[in-house]
């Protein structure tokens, strides 16, 4: 090596050394970052929320005729028998709501509001199967039975924010 050039290649034991330290230099030097992943907009999340309270509402009749039908006087009719499956329903769409990747906090606020109603529908469900198909009937269990006419304002309520919520997406 003459003095002020530059070599073309390293020296082999300069070379043996970069070989076995640059793979560990590599990442330090240039780390591959990936871009931040980027979220679903808010119309997407507000179309995903009212599908789901579509679906939870489509599901709120079937569930009203299997609690009424618990409050039948007399044995226990078979649309009583239907309170099952419908819970089963009402299940799945709460936790396919509460699966929603929600960011905007006015629809967090939405979805949470959401899930309590239809925790209130399976609970009512649970409930009237309970007084339903109870082991030994007494008078003020059968009284209590007899009362049950429906889901009743929470329901309702599931509508509205529904209803809201849909009216929100057309304007938008």
């Given at each position: 090596m003459r003095t002020g050039t530059v070599p073309?290649?390293?020296?082999?034991?300069?070379?043996?050394?970069?070989g076995v330290v640059r793979p560990f230099l590599r990442p330090l030097v240039r780390p591959h970052r990936r871009p931040a992943p980027v979220g679903p907009s808010r119309a997407h999340q507000l179309r995903a929320l009212v599908a789901v309270l579509d679906e939870a509402v489509a599901a709120q009749r079937p569930a009203d005729e299997a609690v009424a039908a618990c409050g039948e006087p007399g044995p226990p009719a078979h649309g009583a028998a239907r309170c099952g499956v419908q819970s089963i329903t009402l299940h799945r769409l709460r936790a396919r709501l509460q699966d929603l990747r929600t960011t905007d906090p006015d629809l967090m606020t939405a979805q949470a509001h959401a899930a309590r109603l239809l925790a209130y529908d399976l609970w009512m469900l649970r409930a009237s199967m309970n007084l339903a198909f109870t082991a030994r009937p007494v008078d003020r269990t059968e009284a209590a039975r007899v009362r049950l006419n429906g889901l009743g304002r929470p329901a309702d309520d599931l509508r509205r924010l529904r209803d809201t919520l849909r009216a929100e997406l057309s304007e938008a």
């Open positions: 073309d290649t390293p020296t082999p034991r300069a070379a043996r050394w970069l």
